[in-house]
């Protein structure tokens, strides 16, 4: 089954960084959009951050704007997320989606990814 492989997360203190990695394992992305969502035990996936794989524009939640940078590399296939001055609220199970199939859906909209990484657990202690 054709799956996004994540990386990168792990255990840190208030305030540090991690950047996360993620690629689809068995082919090349050629498709609209990627981007990471966040998911914490009682409640829905949420939007933290997405790219348009053709021309690099960017679209990030308010909670995270000025610390994540989202990014890829097109040559790789992989997407980005490097975070800066975590903070608790942050912890969640991270989650690499990909767009291959509405090129018209908004980054934010999770109904649009048909492809999903296995997610990456980030835990930012106090």
């Known amino acids: 089954q054709v799956q996004l492989v994540e990386s990168g997360g792990g255990l840190v203190q208030t305030g540090a960084a991690l950047r996360l990695s993620c690629a689809p394992s068995?082919?090349?992305?050629?498709?609209?959009?990627m981007g990471w969502f966040r998911q914490v035990p009682g409640k829905e996936r949420e939007f933290v951050a997405a790219l348009k794989w053709r021309d690099g524009s960017t679209r990030y939640a308010d909670s995270v704007k000025g610390r994540f940078i989202v990014s890829r590399d097109k040559a790789k296939s992989t997407i980005y997320l490097q975070m800066n001055s975590l903070q608790p609220d942050d912890t969640a199970v991270y989650y690499c989606g990909a767009n291959s199939r509405n090129p018209l859906a908004t980054l934010q909209n999770r109904w649009a990814y048909n492809y999903w990484g296995q997610g990456t657990q980030v835990t930012v202690s106090a």
């Open positions: 068995e082919f090349t992305f050629n498709g609209y959009s």
